[in-house]
Each structure stands twice: as C-alpha cells, then as structure tokens.
C-alpha cells in the first residue's frame, strides 16, 4: 500500500516549457513534504520542501504547490532546462519517517 | 566536501554470505537512514538512526541489521542475503528528523 503515489512514470517537456510533476498521499498525518531529483549513478539531491501549513513553496525556478483538501502535491519548473531530465522523486514526513513515490522520468527536449 | 560515502558501490555475492555495506557521513549529522530502490516502488526506507545507539525500524527492515556505534558510521548488515535483497541501496543523513536529507552515491547489491 504504496501512502505516496507518483502517477505519472515519465514526462517529456520542450526546453524552455513548464513542467509539472504530480504526487498524491493518502495519509493526512503527513506534516512535511520533500522533493528529490536523481541522476544516474548518482544518489538523490534536495530540491525543495513545503510544511504542511504553506500552500506554496518558490525557489528560482522550482515552485511547490501542497493542496491538503485534495491531499495533492505539485512541482513546477519553469522554464525547463536540458540539464532538469532526471528522475524526481516526491517524499512525505510523518514522526521520524520519510516515505517517497516511485519518482517519475522527467525528459527535456532541446 | 560535505559527503557520504558507501562503500561497496557494486557487490555481486551468493545467497547466505554476510555481507556488510558501510556508510560514514563527514555533516556531524544527527540522523541517518538507509534506503533500498527497485523500480517502481520508489525508495522505502529499511532502517533509521536519530543518534548515536538509537536505531528504529523503516518500512521493510526484514532481513537487515544495522548499528550505530559512532555518529559518522551507520553500517547496513545482511547476515543471510538472500535474492529478493538484490536491488540498489542509498544511504542518507541529515542535521534532524525529516529534514533534507545528503544521500551517498548508492551500492548495486546483487544476491544470486
């Protein structure tokens, strides 16, 4: 029972376009919200959180968005860059726990 | 550089052979946490550590073991790996619960 689900397994974008990757959580009692991007051969980076009392979040060209009341998560990038394809990864917080989705491929096209 | 580093980063081995992968962080980081990744079900955290001999429980701790009995180490331990093991393992640490997490670079394990 997967409580963070990235439904979206891949999304291709045009450089220069905006690109908005999804994720929904089941569980309310989440308070924290993280999202990660993944190179090959590399391990996860931080990208950008939001706290469960913001409904938005903005850092240069990355902008999370948290809608409690349809328990939604969204990540913006605007405009996209060649250099954004990656995998990304959203994660919830609850107690001393971290639960990510199944991440979603982003493409740019240049 | 603020790092962590696993070490092996590839390990091909057979059923029943311990194995241990290491894990240090250079942060002084207070928490850190080991991970495994297979496709499509994301990252699920296997154990934690909120300090030095505090360790807990993620969410398929089965079949693992861990220690912390420095604050720069968390090694993960499998004493009888078995094939279902087999996927790519991350560690992680941060300043504090839930806050952003520095991952290592990963160890592909494979358990034939």
């Known amino acids: 029972d997967q409580q963070v689900k990235q439904n979206s397994p891949s999304l291709s974008v045009q450089e220069g376009r905006i690109s908005i990757l999804n994720c929904d959580y089941t569980?309310?009692?989440?308070?924290?919200f993280l999202w990660y991007k993944k190179y090959p051969a590399e391990g996860p980076t931080f990208l950008i959180s939001?706290?469960?009392?913001?409904d938005k979040n903005e850092d240069g060209r990355f902008t999370v968005f948290l809608n409690k009341s349809a328990k939604h998560l969204s990540l913006h990038i605007v405009p996209s860059q060649p250099g954004d394809s990656a995998v990304y990864f959203c994660?919830?917080?609850?107690?001393?726990?971290?639960?990510f989705g199944a991440g979603t491929i982003l493409r740019v096209k240049s | 550089e603020a790092q962590v580093t696993q070490n092996p980063r590839y390990l091909i081995t057979v059923t029943g052979k311990k194995l241990t992968v290491t894990c240090s962080q250079n942060?002084?980081?207070?928490?850190m946490s080991w991970y495994r990744q297979d496709p499509g079900l994301g990252l699920r955290q296997i154990y934690y550590?909120?300090?030095?001999?505090?360790?807990d429980k993620g969410d398929v701790p089965e079949g693992y073991k861990v220690s912390r009995k420095e604050k720069r180490n968390f090694p993960l331990i499998l004493e009888s790996p078995s094939p279902n093991q087999t996927s790519l393992y991350f560690c992680?640490?941060?300043?504090?619960?839930?806050?952003?997490?520095?991952f290592g670079d990963g160890t592909r394990l494979s358990i034939l």
């Open positions: 992680a640490s941060s300043p504090g619960t839930g806050q952003p997490q520095h």
């Open positions: 550590s909120m300090n030095v001999e505090v360790t």
């Open positions: 569980n309310s009692m989440f308070d924290y």
């Open positions: 942060m002084n980081h207070e928490y």
């Open positions: 939001i706290s469960s009392i913001k």
């Open positions: 994660a919830a917080r609850y107690g001393n726990k971290l639960v």
